[in-house]
C-alpha cells in the first residue's frame, strides 16, 4: 500500500495516525483505572457520572494531544510510512510505560510523577518501592510488540476503518465527554460538592477548569460568602480516620496522679535561660529538660499535635468526625476533675470542634458573658481559685494556655525590663531598628508569662500537690525574627529551628532531674502520659506517631512535622520540606537551601506511610 504523491501519502499517514490515537486512548483509559481503583470511590450518582466522564474525556485529550503536538507534524516531516510507523510506536511506547510508572507511583505513594517522585525511584538505595517499580519495565518490550501489531493492523485495515465513517462520531463523543466534565467541575468547584472536587488529583496532568471570576463578575458567587464555605470545606473534604486503630487496653489503672499541662503560645526554645525566664529556667534544672525538642507545626495547629499525638495532616479529619484525644477520653474515663483556662479562651475552632468535643466547656463559657475579656492574668486568676478547690484524694487535669508572648504583650502592669520595645516612646523613630523593638516586646512578654509561672509552681508547692502532680511546660510553635536571613518573621513562614522548636519541661514526681538533648518530638506527649501515667498496656503505633520521652532507647532517626500543605522531616544536619505537589526542598541547620541534597528514599517512604496510617483504607470504605 503505497501512496503516489506526497499528499496521498500524508493522507494516509494522517488517517493511519488517528486510528493508532484511538487505539492508545483505549490503552491508556484500561491503565487509568489503576487510579480508580487506589482513589476513594464517590458516592454520589453525580460523582460517578463525574468520574467515568472524565475518565473517558481525559485520556482521550492526553492521547490526542499527543498526537497532535508529535505525531500530526512528524507525518509531514519523516518520508517514509514505515519509519513513521516505527516512529509512533516509540512515542506510544514511551508515553504508555511512563503512564504505567505514573499509576505505580500514585499507588505506592500517593503522588503522581515529580522531580520528588523520579528521584525516588531512581535512588540507589534497595528499598521495596524502587526494586518492585523496575520490574515494570519487564512489560517495556510487550507494550512495544503491541504496539507494532496493532500499528501494522490499523495500516493494512486502514481503508476498511475509513469507509465505516464512525471516526467523526467517536471523536465527537470524547470531545462531548470532555467538556461535560469540565463544566460539571465548574459547577462543583462552584458548589465545593466534595464527591466531585475530590477527583481532582485522580489523574496526571489533571487540571479541571474553574470559572469563580467570571462567576463572581455575573452576580452568580459570594467571594466571601465562598471562602468561608471553602475553610469548612477543608474539614468535609478529609479522609475517614481510624483512630485508635486498635482497642485500648490497659495494665491497671494507672498511677492517679495529677495532671497540669501549661502552653505557652509561640515561645521557642532559646527564651529558656536566666535572663528572660529565670523561673522557668530554675525549674528546668530542677526536673527533665527535653533541649531539643520540636513542635508538630510551625503555627497554632501546633496544639493538635500535642494532645493528640498525630500529625498536623490529620487534623481536618478529626475535626470532621468530632474524634476527641485519646488522652482527654481517658482522663475523663479515670473520673479526673477538668480545669480548662485560656488566655484568648481557647477561640481556636479546633478546640470546640474536636479537642473539646466531649468536654463541658465551663470554665471557658462563664467569662461572666462575655463581660470580661479573656487575658492570661485572668486565666491564673481562674486557675488558682479551681485548683485552691481541688481535693487532694480526687485527681485532676488542668491545661492553661498563656498567650501574652504570642501577642507581643506589654501592660503597665508589669515592669518592661527589656528597652527600646514596641511599648515605648520609639516606636516611630527611624533611628531605631524596628526589629530590635519586635524582639524585646517578645521578650518582655516572656519575662511577664515567667512570672505567672513562678505563680502556679509556688501555688503547688503550697498546697502540697507537686509531690503527685506531673507538671508539663511547653509551647504550640515558636517565632522567627529573621535570623535564617530570608525576610521570614513570626511564625507558619518557614520551619527553621525558631519557628518550630520549643520547650519540653516536665515535672513527674519522684523522676531525677536530667537534661534530656537527643531529639524529641510534641507528638511524644501522649504516649509518654498513656505509658507512664495509665500504665497503658496497647502499642503506642495504635494511637499516636510519637514514642515515649522516657524511652532512651529509642533507634528514632527523623521528626515528623508540617501542615495540611507541607511535609517536613527534620533530621541531623537536614530539615526536607515537600509541598503538596511532590517538589521538595532539602535545608541545613540555618535553614539555608541545599540546592544538590536529596531526602533518602527510605526516609520519605517510611514518612509517606505514616501520614496515611491512621485513614481507612480504601478497600474498607469503597
Not at 465527554?177 to 488529583?201: E, G, K
Not at 533541649?291 to 498525630?310: A, K, P, R
Not at 503547688?460 to 518573621?489: C, P, R, Y
Not at 520521652?549 to 522531616?569: C, E, Y
Request: a neutral charge.
Amino acid at each position: 500500500m503505497v501512496a503516489s504523491t506526497y499528499k496521498d501519502k500524508v493522507s494516509q499517514l494522517i488517517s493511519w495516525g488517528h486510528w493508532f490515537s484511538f487505539f492508545n486512548i483505549i490503552a491508556a483509559m484500561l491503565l487509568g483505572t489503576r487510579y480508580i481503583i487506589y482513589s476513594e470511590w464517590p458516592t454520589t450518582t453525580i460523582g460517578q457520572l463525574y468520574l467515568g466522564l472524565s475518565w473517558i474525556g481525559h485520556f482521550g485529550f492526553l492521547v490526542f494531544g499527543i498526537y497532535i503536538l508529535i505525531l500530526f507534524p512528524a507525518s509531514f516531516l519523516i518520508p517514509s510510512q514505515r519509519l513513521m510507523r516505527v516512529f509512533a510506536v516509540l512515542v506510544s511506547t514511551v508515553g504508555l510505560t511512563t503512564l504505567l510508572l505514573d499509576t505505580y507511583a500514585y499507588q505506592s505513594v500517593d503522588l503522581h510523577l515529580s522531580p520528588l517522585v523520579w528521584d525516588l525511584l531512581l535512588s540507589g538505595e534497595k528499598t521495596e518501592l524502587n526494586t518492585r517499580w523496575q520490574y515494570l519495565f519487564i512489560v517495556v518490550p510487550v507494550i512495544f510488540l503491541i504496539e507494532m501489531i496493532f500499528s501494522e493492523w490499523i495500516w493494512r485495515k486502514l481503508r476498511k476503518l475509513t469507509r465505516k465513517n464512525v471516526g467523526g462520531p467517536i471523536a465527537i463523543m470524547f470531545g462531548l465527554c470532555f467538556l461535560s466534565s469540565h463544566i460539571i467541575y465548574i459547577w462543583a468547584d462552584a458548589n465545593l460538592y466534595r464527591p466531585v472536587t475530590m477527583q481532582r488529583s485522580n489523574f496526571p496532568l489533571s487540571y479541571p477548569m474553574t470559572a469563580k471570576t467570571f462567576m463572581e463578575k455575573h452576580g452568580l458567587l459570594d467571594r466571601q460568602e465562598y471562602a468561608k464555605r471553602q475553610v469548612q470545606q477543608g474539614i468535609n473534604n478529609s479522609e475517614m480516620m481510624r483512630y485508635p486503630i486498635d482497642k485500648i487496653n490497659f495494665l491497671d489503672k494507672g498511677t492517679k496522679q495529677n495532671l497540669l499541662i501549661i502552653m505557652v503560645d509561640s515561645l521557642r526554645s532559646d527564651m529558656v535561660n536566666t535572663n528572660i525566664m529565670p523561673n522557668l529556667t530554675a525549674f528546668a534544672n530542677n526536673n527533665i529538660n527535653f533541649t531539643n525538642n520540636y513542635s508538630t507545626s510551625n503555627n497554632n495547629s501546633g496544639v493538635f499535635g500535642l494532645l493528640y499525638g498525630l500529625p498536623s495532616g490529620y487534623a481536618n479529619s478529626i475535626r470532621a468526625e468530632g474524634k476527641s484525644p485519646l488522652l482527654l477520653d481517658t482522663l475523663q474515663n479515670r473520673g479526673y476533675h477538668f480545669g480548662l483556662f485560656s488566655g484568648e479562651g481557647f477561640e481556636q475552632s479546633i478546640y470546640r470542634d474536636a479537642i473539646f468535643s466531649k468536654t463541658q466547656l465551663a470554665t471557658i463559657d462563664n467569662l461572666d458573658n462575655g463581660k470580661r475579656t479573656p487575658s492570661d492574668r485572668l486565666a491564673f486568676n481562674d486557675w488558682h481559685h479551681w485548683v485552691e478547690k481541688q481535693k487532694v484524694n480526687d485527681p485532676w487535669f488542668s491545661l492553661l494556655e498563656l498567650t501574652s508572648v504570642e501577642q507581643y504583650e506589654e501592660s503597665s502592669d508589669y515592669p518592661t525590663k527589656f528597652t527600646p520595645s514596641l511599648g515605648s516612646n520609639l516606636l516611630h523613630d527611624n533611628k531605631v531598628d524596628s526589629s530590635v523593638l519586635l524582639k524585646n516586646s517578645y521578650r518582655n512578654a516572656a519575662y511577664h508569662i515567667d512570672g505567672i509561672l513562678a505563680k502556679v509552681f509556688a501555688q503547688l508547692k503550697a498546697q502540697h500537690m507537686m509531690d503527685n502532680t506531673i507538671v508539663v511546660v511547653t509551647s504550640n510553635h515558636g517565632t522567627e525574627f529573621n535570623e535564617t536571613g530570608n525576610n521570614t518573621w513570626g511564625s507558619d513562614s518557614n520551619y527553621s529551628q525558631y519557628q518550630i522548636k520549643v520547650p519540653m519541661i516536665i515535672h513527674w514526681p519522684q523522676h531525677a532531674a536530667q537534661v534530656v538533648t537527643r531529639p524529641t518530638s510534641n507528638l511524644d506527649l501522649v504516649p509518654t502520659l498513656m505509658e507512664s501515667l495509665f500504665n497503658v498496656a496497647s502499642n503506642p503505633s495504635n494511637y499516636s506517631s510519637g514514642i515515649s520521652l522516657f524511652d532512651n532507647d529509642n533507634d528514632r532517626r527523623w521528626i515528623l512535622a508540617g501542615n495540611n500543605s507541607d511535609i517536613v522531616v527534620i533530621q541531623k544536619g537536614t530539615t526536607t520540606v515537600v509541598d503538596k505537589y511532590g517538589n521538595y526542598r532539602v535545608y541545613n541547620d540555618h535553614y539555608q537551601l541545599m540546592a544538590q541534597d536529596k531526602p533518602k528514599l527510605s526516609t520519605l517512604m517510611q514518612v509517606m506511610h505514616e501520614l496515611k496510617r491512621f485513614y481507612v483504607p480504601n478497600d474498607l470504605h469503597n
